[in-house]
């Protein structure tokens, strides 16, 4: 008989004197949207318990945030949910081991190399990152694979600013993406069920469209690393393991580069995975989703083509088979 | 004169194995009021449920190889209220899959039962355990006779849908459910009979 034991306190959960003190100024940042989240919980009217899992806020807060027109004005899941609701295997298996385990992970110094078939390639570092380029808040549906969804609040940058510093060649088809490789800091990467290092790509229309971002934070503050910190891809159209996350490479590719839930499952995941509600998973239904953190008797919502973004990205496919191309 | 040793420990024993069986959904209603689990309390509810259905299942069927190695024959009184915990989260994690998670809808729940192995199997493990659990009362063991033996051999493809259910759902870590069907296997072949040449002198003696 398996019994779990209960995770022992962490240090990273203990809350350092400096974020106790400034508990304040997040819960006045964040009211508004807890107590719309609050009315909505599992027992409605009722404060939710504090538990050993609370997550600590990133204290760096992003200055200079610009709103963008992208943003959905739909109300944004709880920054709870958002980092302690995770699928980061590298940080461990199960939804909630990866905020448990986020500490292993050190986000700085970082830099992303750049390469392939670009004129100027070169690398760039996430202080550059955060500081050359202007950061946008963009409120963003999230849709994962497993038939569940958030709304959330990112900041980043648009994937395509980036990438044209680098002067990609007409020979650039697709781009490729690759997280962290160090098994002493993504202890899941200890684990032969998958071949590390995570990696995803796009075609070169997917990755210059102004939805596709790199976020640097959420909830104006940087990213959790459970979230992918330091910086990590956002494709709102997509399901959600297309937005890979702690990048350290990217490289511009002629051919469509390896994907890692397409290698491991090809009859499951495609490379496209556009959100697609007409088109089920092998095993289970694609037509609605469940609502992170809408309580025990809430109705799924149903899912919508491509997200909800058809009217900006429909026209990338054309008339391409998506069944086919899934 | 006090009872004989064998019954103390099962009347001591049943009260607590009860309540140990009880640990597990306890657990997960702490988790569920605590807001702990608040994110996806659909999914922490089918999960657990499903995952304690199996393990109490496994337990079950380990009482009688225990009883073998360790020649305690009071083991074998707890197998009952043992399945039936295993039929009472299956109970529970069936219930969670019809009416929280699908809401009820008729037409998408028999959709999922004919195209969908894993849950084509899981269905049919429950509904194979139904008449075993109806069966479990002292009554129905005298009146079935030594067909009552014969109903509930089911119990072992039960284990087996059971797992495979478990096997063809998860995205890509199988070792939960591979661990499950290594126990499940050492359970079904510490079942085989002894062959003659390793059974132990004084068993030939007594035949």
């Known amino acids: ?326 | 004169m006090s009872t004989k040793r064998p019954d103390r420990i099962v009347q001591i024993g049943k009260p607590i194995v009860f309540l140990l069986c009880l640990a597990p959904l306890a657990w997960l209603s702490w988790r569920l009021l605590s807001g702990e689990a608040s994110a996806n309390p659909i999914e922490v509810i089918i999960h657990d449920t499903g995952n304690w259905a199996l393990r109490l299942l496994l337990v079950t069927l380990a009482m009688t190889p225990l009883r073998r190695l360790t020649g305690r024959a009071w083991l074998i009184r707890f197998r009952r209220m043992l399945g039936l915990f295993s039929f009472f989260y299956a109970s529970l994690h069936l219930t969670a899959y019809l009416w929280l998670d699908q809401r009820f809808r008729w037409n998408e729940i028999i959709d999922d039962i004919m195209q969908r192995p894993y849950i084509t199997v899981g269905v049919a493990a429950i509904l194979l355990m139904t008449p075993l659990a109806v069966t479990s009362t002292r009554g129905w063991i005298k009146r079935l006779g030594p067909r009552w033996k014969t109903l509930h051999r089911l119990v072992y493809p039960i284990a087996i849908l059971g797992i495979l259910h478990y096997w063809w759902l998860v995205k890509a870590d199988w070792r939960e459910p591979a661990l499950y069907a290594g126990i499940l296997s050492l359970l079904l072949l510490a079942r085989l009979p002894t062959p003659s040449w390793q059974r132990p002198r004084d068993s030939t003696a007594r035949a």
């Open chain 1, 1 to 326: 008989m398996l019994i779990r034991r209960p995770d022992p306190i962490r240090p990273s959960q203990i809350t350092a004197e400096q974020h106790y003190l400034r508990r304040r100024d997040f819960i006045k940042a964040t009211a508004g949207l807890s107590a719309a989240a609050i009315g909505s919980g599992l027992l409605p009217g009722c404060e939710p318990a504090a538990t050993a899992a609370a997550p600590v806020p990133n204290p760096k807060v992003i200055p200079d945030i610009r709103k963008s027109r992208w943003s959905t004005d739909a109300a944004p899941t709880e920054y709870k949910h958002i980092t302690t609701y995770n699928n980061f295997v590298e940080l461990g298996d199960g939804k909630s081991a990866p905020a448990r385990n986020a500490d292993h992970l050190r986000t700085r110094p970082w830099t992303i190399q750049v390469s392939g078939e670009c004129e100027a390639p070169g690398e760039i570092g996430i202080e550059d990152l955060l500081t050359r380029f202007p950061q946008e808040e963009r409120i963003y549906r999230f849709r994962c694979v497993e038939a569940w969804g958030m709304v959330i609040p990112w900041v980043g940058l648009p994937l395509r600013d980036l990438l044209r510093r680098f002067k990609p060649t007409s020979k650039a088809k697709y781009v490729a993406f690759e997280t962290l490789y160090d098994p002493k800091q993504l202890p899941g990467q200890r684990s032969g069920l998958y071949d590390w290092p995570y990696r995803e790509g796009l075609r070169m229309d997917e990755a210059m469209h102004a939805l596709t971002i790199l976020a640097t934070g959420l909830y104006g503050r940087e990213l959790p690393n459970q979230n992918g910190a330091p910086i990590r891809l956002v494709v709102p159209w997509k399901y959600g393991f297309k937005s890979i996350k702690s990048i350290v490479a990217i490289r511009f590719t002629e051919h469509q580069p390896p994907a890692t839930w397409n290698m491991l499952q090809p009859d499951e995941y495609g490379f496209y995975a556009n959100v697609n509600p007409n088109v089920d998973h092998p095993r289970w239904s694609q037509k609605q989703h469940r609502v992170i953190g809408a309580g025990l008797f809430a109705a799924e919502e149903p899912t919508l083509m491509f997200n909800g973004y058809a009217d900006q990205v429909a026209h990338l496919y054309g008339d391409m088979d998506l069944r086919r191309y899934f």
